[in-house]
C-alpha cells in the first residue's frame, strides 16, 4: 500500500484543526479546552523546529562557503540574491497597490462599522503593542539595521536566533576557512558537514509529527475568533489581500517555468510542505528548516547556495508582507484619511515597504509593525493611527498566515533561480528519516 504523501497528511490535519476548531467555540468550555490540552502541542512543534534553526543556518551556510574554494563566488551568489529578492519585492508592492486602487474596498464602508472596529480594538493590548514596537524602530538611528548585523556576542546571538548575526557570523567563518587553506580547514569543515546531516534527519523526524501540529495549531487559531460580523464586514478587504497573493505566485511559478525550466505544479508540489507550515505558524524563520530540507533535497539545489539564499530570504525578503502593506496602507487610507492618497504618497509607500521588508523579523505579525512605519513615512496622522491598526487587526492573523506562505515560496523561488544562474541546479535526492534505520534497530 502506497504511503499518504506529507503534504495530504498536514492538509487533512489543518482540515480537522479547523472543524474541531469551530466546534469547540460553540460549547461551553471549549475555547479552554483547546488552550489548555491542543495549544501545548502545536507550541512543542514551534519550538522543535527553531531549536534546530540556528545549527542548521550555521553547518548548512558554513559547509556552503567553505565548498566554494573561491571567495569571488560569494559575491556573485550575494548580489545575484539580493537583487532578485529586491525585484520580487518591487513586484509584490506594485500588485498589492494595483488591486486596491482598481478595487477600492475602503469606500463606502459604513461608519457604525468604523466605529465599533474603533470600539473593539482601538485600546487592544495587540495594536498598543504594535504602536510601541514600531514607535522603538523609528527612533532607532538610520544605520541601525547595519549595526544589528554585527554581534558582539554570538552566543547570545544563538539564544535570541538573531538571524542576520548568525548569517554573518557563519558567512565569516566560512570565508576565513577559505583563507587558512584546505588542509588547515578539513577537521572544521568535516564538522559542519556532519552536524548538517545530523540536523537535516532531525527536520525528518520532526516532520513527522507536523500533521497532529498543524491541527493544534488552527484549532488554536480559530477559537481566537470571537467577533464574526467584523470579520465578515472586512472579507472584501481580506480578498484583495488573497487575490494579490494568489497573483504574486503565479509570478514565482512564471519565474520558474521560463527561467528554471521546470514544472510549476511539480514545484508546487515539492515544496507544499513548507507552505503549509508557513500557513500554520505564521512564521518563515519557524518554518526555515523546512524550507531548507524541501529545497535542498526535492527541489534539487546546492547546498551551498540554499545555505545562503534560504536564511538571508528569512529575513530579508517579505514579498507577501510587502504586498500586504500596501493595500493595508491604501485601504486605512480610504476609510479615514481619503486626502492622503496621493500619487506622490504612493511612491513613497513602495520605496518605505522595499526598505522596511529589509529589516524586519520573521516572526508573527511583523507586518503590522512595518505597517505603522510605511504609514508615518506619509505623514498619517499620528492620532489616526490607532483607528487605522483597528481596522485591519480583526483579520490580521489569517491574513499573516497567507502572506508568510507567499514569504517562503518567492524564498524557494529565489534559491532554484539563483542554483540556476550558478549551474548549482541538479537532480533532487529525497531522504527519507529511516534511510539508515536498518543499521541501528
Same mark, same amino acid.
Given at each position: 500500500m502506497k504511503k499518504l504523501a506529507l503534504h495530504w497528511k498536514i492538509i487533512i490535519g489543518m482540515v480537522l484543526g479547523i472543524i474541531f476548531g469551530f466546534i469547540m467555540n460553540g460549547i461551553e468550555?471549549? =475555547?479552554?479546552?483547546?488552550?489548555?490540552?491542543?495549544?501545548?502541542?502545536?507550541? &512543542?512543534?514551534?519550538?522543535?523546529? %527553531?531549536?534546530?534553526a540556528v545549527p542548521l543556518i550555521?553547518?548548512?551556510?558554513?559547509?556552503? /562557503?567553505?565548498?566554494?574554494?573561491?571567495?569571488? %563566488?560569494?559575491?556573485?551568489?550575494?548580489?545575484r540574491t539580493i537583487g532578485i529578492y529586491i525585484f520580487t519585492t518591487l513586484v509584490a508592492i506594485v500588485i498589492?497597490?494595483?488591486?486596491?486602487? /482598481?478595487?477600492?474596498?475602503?469606500?463606502?464602508?459604513?461608519?457604525?462599522? /468604523?466605529?465599533?472596529? =474603533?470600539?473593539?480594538?482601538?485600546?487592544?493590548?495587540?495594536?498598543?503593542? %504594535?504602536?510601541?514596537?514600531?514607535?522603538?524602530? %523609528?527612533?532607532?538611528g538610520p544605520l541601525q539595521a547595519l549595526v544589528d548585523i554585527f554581534p558582539s556576542n554570538i552566543f547570545k546571538s544563538f539564544s535570541e536566533a538573531s538571524m542576520l548575526q548568525v548569517i554573518f557570523f557563519a558567512l565569516f567563518v566560512g570565508i576565513c576557512l577559505l583563507l587558512i587553506g584546505e588542509k588547515q580547514a578539513e577537521p572544521l569543515v568535516k564538522f559542519f558537514d556532519s552536524l548538517n546531516?545530523?540536523?537535516?534527519?532531525?527536520?525528518?523526524?520532526?516532520?513527522?509529527?507536523?500533521?497532529?501540529?498543524?491541527?493544534?495549531?488552527?484549532?488554536?487559531? &480559530? &477559537?481566537?475568533?470571537?467577533?464574526?460580523?467584523?470579520?465578515i464586514k472586512l472579507l472584501f478587504y481580506a480578498f484583495c489581500v488573497v487575490g494579490g497573493l494568489i497573483l504574486m505566485i503565479g509570478f514565482y511559478l512564471l519565474l520558474v517555468r521560463v527561467y528554471a525550466k521546470k514544472s510549476p505544479m511539480w514545484f508546487l508540489k515539492e515544496i507544499s510542505p513548507a507552505q503549509l507550515l508557513a500557513f500554520s505558524t505564521s512564521s518563515s524563520a519557524a518554518t526555515l528548516p523546512v524550507t531548507m530540507e524541501r529545497?535542498?533535497?526535492?527541489?534539487?539545489?546546492? =547546498?551551498?547556495?540554499?545555505?545562503?539564499?534560504?536564511?538571508?530570504?528569512?529575513?530579508?525578503?517579505?514579498?507577501?508582507?510587502?504586498?500586504?502593506?500596501?493595500?493595508?496602507?491604501?485601504? /486605512?487610507?480610504?476609510?479615514?484619511?481619503?486626502?492622503?492618497?496621493?500619487?506622490?504618497?504612493?511612491l513613497v509607500i513602495v520605496l518605505t515597504a522595499l526598505l522596511a521588508s529589509i529589516g524586519?523579523?520573521?516572526?508573527?505579525?511583523?507586518?503590522?509593525?512595518?505597517?505603522?512605519?510605511?504609514l508615518e513615512s506619509i505623514g498619517f496622522p499620528a492620532e489616526l493611527l490607532p483607528i487605522g491598526l483597528a481596522l485591519i487587526f480583526a483579520v490580521d492573523r489569517p491574513l499573516d498566515m497567507c502572506r508568510t506562505v507567499v514569504n517562503v515560496t518567492g524564498d524557494a523561488t529565489v534559491s532554484m533561480l539563483v542554483a540556476k544562474s550558478l549551474d548549482k541546479l541538479h537532480d533532487p535526492h529525497p531522504k527519507e528519516w529511516d534511510d539508515h534505520y536498518h543499521e541501528v534497530k
Amino acid at each position: 500500500m502506497k504511503k499518504l504523501a506529507l503534504h495530504w497528511k498536514i492538509i487533512i490535519g489543518m482540515v480537522l484543526g479547523i472543524i474541531f476548531g469551530f466546534i469547540m467555540n460553540g460549547i461551553e468550555g471549549g =475555547k479552554g479546552f483547546v488552550s489548555d490540552w491542543i495549544s501545548p502541542f502545536g507550541t &512543542i512543534f514551534i519550538n522543535l523546529l %527553531k531549536l534546530i534553526a540556528v545549527p542548521l543556518i550555521l553547518a548548512s551556510l558554513i559547509k556552503g /562557503i567553505s565548498d566554494l574554494k573561491d571567495i569571488s %563566488k560569494i559575491k556573485s551568489m550575494g548580489l545575484r540574491t539580493i537583487g532578485i529578492y529586491i525585484f520580487t519585492t518591487l513586484v509584490a508592492i506594485v500588485i498589492g497597490l494595483s488591486i486596491v486602487n /482598481i478595487i477600492k474596498p475602503g469606500e463606502g464602508m459604513p461608519q457604525d462599522t /468604523i466605529e465599533k472596529i =474603533k470600539m473593539k480594538y482601538e485600546n487592544d493590548a495587540g495594536v498598543t503593542d %504594535k504602536l510601541a514596537k514600531a514607535a522603538a524602530q %523609528k527612533d532607532a538611528g538610520p544605520l541601525q539595521a547595519l549595526v544589528d548585523i554585527f554581534p558582539s556576542n554570538i552566543f547570545k546571538s544563538f539564544s535570541e536566533a538573531s538571524m542576520l548575526q548568525v548569517i554573518f557570523f557563519a558567512l565569516f567563518v566560512g570565508i576565513c576557512l577559505l583563507l587558512i587553506g584546505e588542509k588547515q580547514a578539513e577537521p572544521l569543515v568535516k564538522f559542519f558537514d556532519s552536524l548538517n546531516e545530523v540536523v537535516m534527519k532531525m527536520v525528518d523526524l520532526i516532520m513527522l509529527f507536523a500533521p497532529y501540529a498543524v491541527f493544534a495549531l488552527l484549532a488554536n487559531v &480559530i &477559537i481566537a475568533f470571537d467577533d464574526t460580523e467584523i470579520l465578515i464586514k472586512l472579507l472584501f478587504y481580506a480578498f484583495c489581500v488573497v487575490g494579490g497573493l494568489i497573483l504574486m505566485i503565479g509570478f514565482y511559478l512564471l519565474l520558474v517555468r521560463v527561467y528554471a525550466k521546470k514544472s510549476p505544479m511539480w514545484f508546487l508540489k515539492e515544496i507544499s510542505p513548507a507552505q503549509l507550515l508557513a500557513f500554520s505558524t505564521s512564521s518563515s524563520a519557524a518554518t526555515l528548516p523546512v524550507t531548507m530540507e524541501r529545497v535542498e533535497e526535492h527541489l534539487g539545489v546546492d =547546498k551551498e547556495v540554499s545555505g545562503f539564499v534560504l536564511p538571508v530570504g528569512a529575513t530579508v525578503n517579505m514579498d507577501g508582507t510587502s504586498l500586504y502593506q500596501g493595500i493595508a496602507a491604501v485601504f /486605512i487610507m480610504q476609510v479615514i484619511w481619503p486626502e492622503g492618497l496621493t500619487f506622490t504618497n504612493q511612491l513613497v509607500i513602495v520605496l518605505t515597504a522595499l526598505l522596511a521588508s529589509i529589516g524586519s523579523a520573521a516572526v508573527p505579525s511583523a507586518g503590522m509593525v512595518m505597517l505603522v512605519i510605511v504609514l508615518e513615512s506619509i505623514g498619517f496622522p499620528a492620532e489616526l493611527l490607532p483607528i487605522g491598526l483597528a481596522l485591519i487587526f480583526a483579520v490580521d492573523r489569517p491574513l499573516d498566515m497567507c502572506r508568510t506562505v507567499v514569504n517562503v515560496t518567492g524564498d524557494a523561488t529565489v534559491s532554484m533561480l539563483v542554483a540556476k544562474s550558478l549551474d548549482k541546479l541538479h537532480d533532487p535526492h529525497p531522504k527519507e528519516w529511516d534511510d539508515h534505520y536498518h543499521e541501528v534497530k
